[in-house]
């Protein structure tokens, strides 16, 4: 495994204290027109309005909030379909669990992470992850779809791992080394007969051009736990030192989405929380989140 033993210093090692509002993009006409008409002109017009998107996601911020779809008037079937369509224009669809689904509800089902839950069906804050760091393939893309709000909370907050690398560099040097060797990550059910429930992977890798940061603290916590492998003193003090980093403000920007918006993140440096929440006890008006998994395109 490589190690990144420069600063990266560019668009992407951002903090969310200086970060200008260069990752909000409002979806056009043409491509409204298109998603609502269902027809060919998707690819040709949609992939267009998100080029802006798609380079923001590699060489920008790492993120992206699109506005332009109207929850309120489209239902939720034409809401669903409009952003699947936007997905694909982005990358290909990736299956986000053992039972093979490409579209993925988040929503509090009463679960506990303690059981073994994912956080993303819980109403806990779920820390500073990327999504699938315990499995072999993370997705490159993660996508959200806000229908619903909660009642208190669940807001979004977002670092991204090539400022915290830099800060890390900076201010912590020699823990770095122990970040780019293995750690065990709980796979929480995730995984086939005869697979490994626990999966072994570096938290951070640097293949030359892109800094790629897999992280859970839970998770990891719990795959040493079942590999029966206590974690080396110095591991131990590679995660104090990022879990102090993460606490920092300055490194973090936090907002909320609105019903319609749509967020989509860099899966391999950036890093996102859901703040906890409180939610209504009518079923109908709970907090509701569409997720997407994607792979890079070859074209």
Known sequence: MAQLREKIADARSWRGESLASEW????????????SAADDGIDLHCRAALRPVARALEAGPGFAVIDGLEAGRSGLHALQAAYWHLGRCLGEPLAQNIAGDLLYD??????????????????????FHNDNAFSPRIPDYVGLLCVRTARVGGRSQLISACALHDALLEEYPEILAALYGDFCFDRRGQYNEGENPVHRAPIMD????????????????????RA??????????????VESLLR?????????????????????????????????EDLDLRRHYIRLWLGRRGD
């Open 24 to 35: 909000r993009f409002v979806l056009t006409a043409d491509c409204l027109a298109a998603l």
């Open 206 to 225: 640097w293949d030359g051009k892109e800094l790629t940061m897999r992280y859970l603290r839970y998770y990891i916590q719990v795959g040493h736990e």
């Open 106 to 127: 988040v929503r509090d089902t009463g679960r506990d992470v303690t059981t073994g839950a994912r956080f993303s069906v819980t109403n806990a804050e779920s820390t």
């Open 228 to 241: 029966s492998l206590p974690m080396s003193a110095a591991q131990t003090e590679a995660l104090q030192r």
């Open 248 to 280: 920092r403000a300055s490194l973090r920007i936090e907002f909320e989405l609105s019903p319609g918006q749509m967020l989509f993140v860099n899966n391999h440096w950036i890093l996102h929380n859901r703040t906890a929440f409180e939610d209504y």
